[in-house]
């Protein structure tokens, strides 16, 4: 199991903290837009060390969701002040400010390392001497090979175990258990907005079935929505233009367990149109590029006994 420890600012934190002891979401995003971060799988821990000039320490812990790169308009359409920012006008600034006089946007694209469950521990661990003082972004730790004392250790099981208060008596464990998860078969359940994020990142920006790419009427769409039982998966997502989602979330489109697009005779029935979709049914939608992304089996079928619409 792995562990990343990444610095922050007090003004990151500060916000943050400012909403609540614990948050379902946050954004530690980076301004350059152009460095992606792969070094812990989703699930794992995600800790946050404060800059040396602020204290130097491990000030609270979230779980890792995905990465992905989004412009700034949509970053703060998705994330709002859970950037660490209070306004929209206060993001472009400090955005601005980061890339050190490079023009800033609302079109600029930057890197979003999404995480959730996000808390602050009401005791401050020291790092230990093994984080290199030069570190801009982080480090990471191995959690099966650090010692009991080590403060990496401490805060994760901190975290894992739900004990923030009591972080001065916790005796660590090993961290091998299904609070981390273990070897994984599906895609991990994902934040609400991350998982917004993660499929329209997974799809390119475009409809899977029209291919338009107009970003602002695009949205992601549940296969099985999480009210009848789904989940914020990515294999359970699929990024459509509003009027698409629609049709589909109402049963007049489907898609089929191979991919392709079936459409309800009741549309035709009911409103006299549909020719546009008609026209293509029976072709394959378009696919994100890894297998594990793309939609589950069990979602599609459940979504054409459910809900889609057979002739009346």
Known sequence: MKAWVGVTDADWIAQL????????????????????????????????????????????????????????????????????????????????????????????????TLLRDV????????????????????KRYDLDELPGEHPVLRAATAYSLATFDLLESVVPWELRGPMF?????????????????????????????????VRPVLEAAHIRPVADGGQ????????????????????????????????????REEFGNGDFLYARQGEVISLPERRADRPARDFLEWHLDSVFKVSA
């Open 119 to 138: 808390t602050f521990f009401s005791v401050h661990l020291g790092i230990s001497d093994d984080f290199p003082e030069n570190a801009v972004r982080g």
């Open 17 to 112: 903290r400012a909403q609540g002891e614990f948050l379902e979401q946050a954004n530690f995003w980076n301004p350059g837009g152009t460095q992606a971060f792969g070094a812990v799988e989703p699930g794992e821990p995600f800790l946050f060390k404060t800059k040396k000039a602020f204290g130097n320490a491990l000030v609270g812990a979230a779980t890792f969701d995905a990465f992905v790169f989004l412009p700034v308009w949509e970053t703060w359409e998705l994330f709002g002040a859970s950037n660490g920012v209070s306004t929209l006008a206060g993001f472009v600034d400090r955005v601005s400010r980061l890339r050190r006089g490079s023009p800033t946007t609302l079109q600029s694209q930057i890197g979003c």
């Open 232 to 267: 914020h998966r990515s294999d359970n997502g699929l990024l459509l233009r509003s009027d698409m989602h629609t049709l589909f979330d109402r049963g007049y489109i489907g898609v089929d367990p191979k991919y392709r697009l079936v459409v309800s005779p009741r549309l």
């Open 181 to 213: 998860g273990q070897a994984r078969l599906m895609p991990p359940r994902l934040g609400q907005q991350a998982f917004k994020a993660v499929v329209a990142s997974n799809y390119r920006h475009r409809c899977a079935v029209t291919s338009d790419k």
